[in-house]
């Protein structure tokens, strides 16, 4: 009798092109685990939002696992006591797992590796992180050289076919899904994702919804900036997740060669280089990468009961800037937000409210269901000027003309509901068109101002 194998899963909840599970069917019966662990990450551990998708990939997972009369163990705790116990219980020497590069999850790695046999696999991204470098042999820093090497080193993949699982004689013990208390129910703040996501979950859903995808992605370059038009993929939670490898959709995109298919590529490389980041800067996600960028240049809410406000009201959608209302509106709503409009309300918090980049980052952690460590990290630090790599801090977006140029009438009219009535272009500036309703907010701040403080806060901090 083979002995009994470990698949110890975090965010890779699929069996297609998992290294990890291949390995372990081949060597012997299988017993896949997930552990929630709360005590690993401290501080990162998961956000709600991130929590409610994590309870339905864990429920399609245990439905494919069906499939091959396999079942998931679940457990709660710290994962390095977990897994030793469930090795003592089934007798497993070996557990295998897919490489995860948060500082945390490698810090939790190498304790396992002195207790157990623990074996590695690579397959959450495009290539390993590191694998690709400079000239000179060192990582790469900067986005746009390294996209073109991984361009010019990705020549296609060999998509790993799902495997055929034997189970063990004996099944551990294991905790419900419904144990995991996942699910919100006092209050159920859910409804608008249960809705926005309804059938959406697991491997199959994933794949068919980028299937429709692909028949209209060869306009993706242009129609992704537009927030009225359901022209994006919508793949970052499952890719987050691990319902999908980001390989079986470059492969799928293969027999496509039209630009958006590249801008499509160029986007599944950026979430490689945010990884290739946290590689080489751990706390890239609280740390700031260049100087002059510290608690003094910030407005910030902990010296006033104002800034606290500003905040709230960018939290909540009042900050009287229609685009920016909708884009936190629906973030809270659904967990996900368009990708332009990330940057527009990234960008207002930063720039227009002039509150620390952080305080962003941390409310996207808790309220995006694809919420990231490298990839939000990465993209507040660019958006703020205070990355390795990133917009210059003196380009300042216009939220209004942004609105207007992306024609984001409809999608305002959708996400505020008090600005419904509105035609363009009275929409994207109520305000200023003297139509604003009493039930919407006046600005915050009026573009004009908050640029121009921007600037001087930038060029005090140069003195």
Not at 28 to 47: C, F, N, S, W
Not at 51 to 61: C, G, Q, T, Y
Not at 121 to 148: A, E, M, Q, R, W
């Amino acid at each position: 009798m083979s002995e009994v194998q470990i698949v110890w899963l975090r965010r890779d909840l699929r069996l297609c092109d998992h290294a990890a599970f291949t390995a372990a069917a081949q060597a012997g019966p299988v017993v896949p685990v997930y552990i929630l662990d709360d005590e690993t990450p401290a501080d990162r551990k998961m956000g709600g939002a991130s929590r409610w998708w994590l309870h339905h990939s864990l429920k399609a997972l245990e439905k494919d696992l069906g499939r091959h009369s396999s079942r998931l163990i679940l457990r709660r705790g710290n994962v390095c006591d977990v897994l030793r116990d469930l090795s003592e219980e089934t007798g497993a020497k070996t557990v295998h797992a897919l490489r995860h590069y948060e500082p945390w999850w490698r810090r939790a790695q190498g304790q396992l590796k002195d207790m157990l046999d623990l074996q590695l696999h690579d397959g959450n991204y495009l290539l390993p992180p590191g694998s690709v470098t400079t000239g000179s042999g060192n990582p790469y820093k900067i986005f746009t050289p390294f996209k073109d090497s991984m361009f010019d080193a990705i020549h296609g993949f060999d998509i790993l076919p799902e495997p055929s699982l034997s189970s063990p004689d004996r099944w551990p013990k294991s905790e419900t899904l419904d144990d995991l208390d996942l699910i919100p129910t006092k209050p159920d703040w859910a409804g608008g994702m249960r809705q926005f996501w309804s059938g959406q979950h697991g491997t199959g859903a994933a794949m068919e919804r980028f299937e429709q995808f692909l028949e209209i992605s060869k306009d993706y370059g242009e129609d992704r900036n537009l927030p009225g038009e359901d022209a994006t993929s919508r793949m970052s939670p499952h890719l987050h997740h691990g319902e999908v490898s980001p390989r079986m959709l470059w492969d799928a995109m293969s027999r496509y060669h039209s630009e958006g298919a590249r801008t499509f590529r160029s986007e599944l490389v950026w979430r490689d280089y945010a990884q290739n980041v946290i590689c080489q800067f751990p706390r890239y996600a609280e740390e700031p990468y260049r100087d002059g960028y510290d608690d003094k240049f910030w407005r910030n809410p902990n010296r006033g009961h104002l800034i606290q406000e500003e905040l709230e009201a960018w939290q909540k959608g009042r900050t009287g800037y229609p685009i920016v209302d909708a884009g936190m509106r629906q973030l809270w709503a659904t967990g996900w937000m368009h990708n332009r409009v990330r940057m527009i309300t990234a960008s207002f918090l930063v720039k227009h409210l002039l509150i620390d980049w952080r305080h962003g980052e941390k409310w996207f952690w808790d309220t995006l269901v694809d919420a990231d460590y490298a990839s939000n990290g990465t993209n507040w630090q660019w958006v703020s000027g205070t990355g390795v790599d990133s917009n210059m801090f003196v380009r300042i977006m216009a939220p209004l003309s942004q609105s207007e140029k992306f024609d984001a009438g409809d999608y305002i009219r959708e996400w505020v509901p008090e600005l419904a009535d509105l035609d363009d272009p009275y929409i994207h500036d109520p305000q200023a068109h003297g139509c604003k309703p009493k039930d919407y907010p006046a600005k915050l701040i009026g573009h004009k101002e908050a640029r121009e403080r921007a600037l001087e806060t930038y060029r005090a901090s140069k003195d």
